[in-house]
């Protein structure tokens, strides 16, 4: 039995605690929920080697972040032929989840003309502000216009966006301690100030490894477009944290966790 985290789960540990059970916990740092499920597996499967302390004796597997097979690196150049970006000109990708963030929208918007300057933005508004998006950008400077490609949701060429960015801007949740790695891609993290202190810990695991820089919600209209402009114009620093994003990349953890769930069986 694979279990990985929500209430839900709890219930269903205990009613399955005579089954050989794999709990997977994708954050570094387990919710409550997670620390109860972890308690009636036999093993935990953790994203990061810095996650094992919280088990105890436990068995602890280090897997990494699975991630969809449709995220594929790919040179930045298709990915941006078919993403209809100018492969030339440097991309900054922008989202706050499948269902957005409104704050970083606002900070993105409050910044655009400056970041146009800089780059090409791919925007993932998410549904819930796309409404405000042909005004956004009917009121950009014409030579800007072009530069700026934003959509309500990706699903399949999420990878394509992905792999054509220099530096994204999200929030922290668990998945960006696989697709960030994955890719090779910088990050500006933005961790959600209400999930407790999940984001913010998965956010300053990838700033201590030199992959990310960390930046506050409260204070994100004021301080994105200088540290978006501070790493663009320096491209030593940009290509260190790459590299440090890509000694992360665990790109078999779907199959190491897959692996150890035959295990258990």
Do not use: C
Not at 76 to 92: F, I, M, N, Y
Not at 102 to 129: R, Y
Not at 131 to 159: C, D, F, K, N, T
């Amino acid at each position: 039995m694979l279990l990985t985290g929500g209430y839900v789960g709890v219930p269903v540990a205990l009613a399955g605690r005579l089954i050989p059970t794999l709990a997977y916990v994708p954050d570094l740092q387990p919710g409550l929920a997670l620390r109860l499920i972890a308690r009636f597996a036999d093993t935990v499967a953790v994203t990061a080697p810095e996650a094992r302390q919280e088990y105890g004796r436990k068995r602890v597997v280090v897997t990494g972040y699975p991630t969809r097979p449709e995220l594929r690196p790919i040179p930045k150049p298709e990915a941006r032929r078919q993403l209809g970006l100018d492969p030339e000109r440097a991309v900054v990708l922008a989202f706050g989840g499948s269902l957005g963030a409104h704050s970083i929208n606002q900070a993105v918007w409050h910044a655009l003309p400056g970041l146009l300057d800089l780059a090409q933005v791919v925007h993932l508004t998410g549904e819930l502000d796309w409404p405000q998006v042909a005004r956004i950008q009917s009121e950009l400077p014409e030579r800007l216009q072009g530069r700026y490609h934003p959509y309500s949701y990706l699903h399949e060429p999420m990878g394509l966006a992905l792999a054509s960015a220099d530096l994204v801007v999200s929030r922290a949740g668990a998945s960006v301690l696989g697709e960030s790695p994955l890719f090779g891609l910088p990050a500006v993290l933005v961790p959600y100030p209400h999930s407790w202190r999940y984001q913010r810990i998965n956010a300053d695991y990838l700033v201590a490894r030199g992959g990310a820089v960390r930046l506050d919600d409260s204070s994100l209209a004021r301080d994105l477009l200088p540290e978006v402009r501070g790493l663009l114009q320096d491209p030593d620093r940009l290509e260190s944290k790459a590299a440090a994003m890509r000694s992360l990349a665990r790109p078999g953890a779907a199959e190491a966790i897959a692996a150890e769930l035959m295990r258990a069986a």
